[in-house]
């Protein structure tokens, strides 16, 4: 998560805790980390790549994730900020992805033909959905677009 959204959302209490399966074993891994999810940092990303590209991916689409997660507003995208949201949606998804190497499902060829296309990749999908919290932190609502 960005640092500016991160900044922008109510900070949640407590710790989270990332668990990791394998599907062919029985063990679970995990790490526990103090303060909200929102709190985590994610690494795996080069110095290059994370303050250019990405960097100018998250500019290009801070408006309309600060109308939308901060602001609360609700409104019929345009073409060009639903792709921003996809785009975005995409490298974030990658960079949680290759946060754990033994099970990523993304391969590096497709890293690298999303890093130098730096648009929606072909068979990506996102769905995006308005949801209001009213009961500490549990989903009271959620409307799908």
Same mark, same amino acid.
């Not at 949201?85 to 754990?100: F, I, R």
């Not at 890093?115 to 959620?142: E, I, T, V, Y």
């Given at each position: 998560?960005?640092?500016?959204? =991160?900044?922008?959302?109510?900070? @949640?209490? +407590?710790?989270? *805790?990332?668990? $990791? +399966?394998?599907?062919?074993?029985?063990?679970?891994?995990?790490? =526990?980390?103090?303060?909200? *999810?929102?709190? &985590?940092?994610?690494? +795996? *990303?080069? $110095?290059?790549? !994370?303050?250019?590209?990405?960097? !100018?991916?998250?500019?290009?689409?801070?408006?309309?994730?600060?109308?939308?997660? *901060?602001?609360?507003?609700?409104?019929?995208?345009?073409?060009? @900020?639903?792709?921003?949201?996809?785009?975005? %949606?995409?490298?974030?998804?990658?960079?949680?992805?290759?946060?754990?190497?033994?099970?990523?499902? $993304?391969?590096?060829? @497709?890293? @690298?033909?999303?890093? &130098? %296309?730096?648009?929606?990749?072909? +068979?990506?999908?996102?769905?995006?959905?308005?949801?209001?919290?009213?009961?500490?932190?549990?989903?009271? =609502?959620?409307?799908?677009?």
């Amino acid at each position: 998560m960005p640092n500016w959204l =991160r900044r922008a959302l109510p900070p @949640e209490d +407590g710790d989270y *805790v990332d668990v $990791i +399966g394998d599907s062919t074993k029985t063990t679970w891994t995990g790490s =526990r980390g103090t303060g909200g *999810v929102n709190s &985590q940092k994610m690494k +795996g *990303v080069c $110095i290059d790549c !994370n303050g250019k590209w990405m960097s !100018n991916q998250q500019d290009l689409t801070r408006p309309v994730l600060e109308r939308l997660a *901060v602001g609360g507003e609700w409104w019929s995208l345009s073409d060009d @900020e639903r792709r921003r949201l996809m785009v975005w %949606a995409t490298m974030t998804t990658m960079v949680y992805d290759a946060s754990h190497s033994p099970t990523s499902g $993304i391969g590096q060829a @497709e890293r @690298e033909a999303f890093r &130098q %296309a730096k648009d929606a990749m072909p +068979g990506w999908h996102a769905w995006l959905g308005l949801c209001w919290s009213n009961f500490g932190g549990h989903l009271d =609502r959620w409307n799908p677009p």
